[in-house]
């Protein structure tokens, strides 16, 4: 007799072994912490083994789980591929898909591009995560994610990148402290404290790249995973940054000093998916609507 199981139990497993625990699995699948560990129970229980045991601080795999996971994997790849091809038949864009983003791209660049996806097609859903650069070549690499908007460049024979666009940094400074000049040298800020981003931040290493290029090491007085902790920090007077131009609200540019950058200093953003990964209708509409990007206001078309 055939054990008999769901999918939505086959993806609780795959996700508590790819994350260690039950708690991070829940967060990405929208499910409470008890739901999860139930379905994994279940599968257990149906399948008449155990299949997660904890290692440490980390929840892993037992020999049986090892066994059941690739095997996991290929019965979701290839339920998504069911649905992708039943799809075509369909009218309008149905599906989810898991979009990766860093936090600044996250809050001044992807509402208005995902109200746009969203009034085109009403029943995508586009479940959104937030994370470093590093973090989500890794899980755009393991399946874990469809598609990441990410900072560039990313090496990975793996992945298919697609540059997108352009973002400017710029200085900014408190309002009431000395005045920055109209366009800053990296020595301009020799003498003023430094609010940067937290280390391994990619806008962090673009930063340091830049100072150093002018002969000033960076030893920031505030690291810090926000933007908009940073520019609340410059606004109340504890120092100077350099920040995403992207990250420029209306209402800044009158609580902030701000001025380009000379050297200028330029990110790009693109998106990147599996090489190996079909392209279903609903990642289409999604990669569509954020190629869109370009045409939002103060976004530089990345040349070619």
């Known amino acids: 007799m055939s054990a008999r199981f769901s999918l939505d139990q086959l993806q609780a497993l795959v996700l508590v072994i790819e994350t260690g625990s039950f708690s991070a699995a829940a967060e990405q699948l929208g499910l409470s912490q008890p739901a999860v560990s139930l379905q994994v129970k279940e599968l257990e229980r149906r399948l008449g083994a155990r299949l997660v045991e904890r290692v440490g601080r980390r929840l892993g795999p037992t020999a049986a789980g090892v066994s059941l996971l690739d095997h996991a994997r290929g019965i979701l790849e290839a339920a ?14 149905l599906g989810t898909v898991r979009l990766g983003s860093g936090a600044t791209a996250c809050i001044h660049l992807l509402p208005a591009l995902l109200r746009q996806i969203r009034e085109r ?7 959104v995560t ?12 393991r399946n874990e994610q469809d598609l990441a ?17 352009r973002d400017a940094f710029v200085a900014i400074g408190p309002p009431a402290a000395r005045r920055l000049p109209r366009t800053v040298a990296p020595q301009d800020f020799a003498t ?9 931040a990619h806008t962090r290493q673009l930063a340091e790249a830049w100072l150093l290029a002018g002969g000033l090491k960076a030893r920031p007085e505030m690291e810090l995973g926000s933007v908009e902790a940073i520019k609340e920090m410059v606004a109340a007077g504890l120092g100077y940054s350099l920040i995403p131009q992207m990250a420029l609200r209306p209402q800044d540019r009158q609580r902030l000093q701000v001025a380009s950058l000379a050297p200028p200093l330029v990110r790009e953003l ?15 509409a999604v990669v569509h609507g954020l190629s869109a990007c370009h045409a939002l206001p103060g976004r530089t078309r990345k040349p070619g």
């Open 130 to 141: 937030t994370g470093n650069t590093d973090e989500f070549v890794r899980r755009v690499e």
């Open 121 to 127: 097609h009403p029943q995508l859903q586009v479940v």
């Open 192 to 200: 003023r404290p430094l609010v940067l981003f937290e280390p391994g």
């Open 80 to 93: 998504d591929q069911a649905v992708a091809a039943v799809q075509t038949h369909a009218e309008g864009v």
């Open 149 to 165: 908007l990410v900072t560039l460049p990313v090496a990975s024979r793996a992945l298919v990148v697609t540059p997108l666009l």
């Open 270 to 284: 693109g998106l990147i998916v599996r090489a190996d990964k079909p392209l279903t209708r609903a990642m289409q």
